[in-house]
């Protein structure tokens, strides 16, 4: 059965970074042909995918976010992580990791996700 759980600071300043860490079990993400996501929902709003990275360490991005989000990987972890840059209030949401979602939204397992709150 694979597991996956987020791990990030729950506060952010406007203009400020944000870090989140997937951490996976049950799976290795170097597995053949799996990829590894990143989707948030802020409050009211739908699932929005912000990104993927592949088993081969291959990333892929929802344009709306490309400029200023990094998907990457620490193998001997197990983990993979998203960084996005000039937060704004309107990246308040619960972030969500997830099996799959490349190329097609077919997702697998979720973790429970983490909120993250853009305040000054």
């Known amino acids: 059965q694979v597991q996956l759980q987020e791990s990030g600071p729950g506060l952010v300043k406007p203009s400020q970074m944000v870090s989140l860490t997937c951490t996976v079990s049950?799976?290795?993400?170097?597995?053949?042909?799996?990829?590894w996501s990143w989707i948030r929902q802020p409050p009211g709003k739908g699932l929005e995918w912000m990104g993927a990275?592949?088993?081969?360490?291959?990333?892929y991005y929802n344009p709306s976010l490309k400029s200023r989000t990094s998907i990457s990987r620490d193998t001997s972890k197990n983990q993979f992580s998203l960084q996005m840059g000039s937060v704004t209030t309107e990246d308040t949401a619960v972030y969500y990791c997830?099996?799959?979602?490349?190329?097609?939204?077919?997702?697998?397992?979720w973790g429970q996700g983490t909120k993250v709150t853009v305040s000054s």
């Open positions: 997830a099996q799959g979602g490349w190329p097609k939204a077919d997702f697998g397992s």
């Open positions: 049950g799976e290795s993400i170097t597995s053949n042909y799996y990829f």
């Open positions: 990275i592949g088993f081969a360490g291959d990333t």
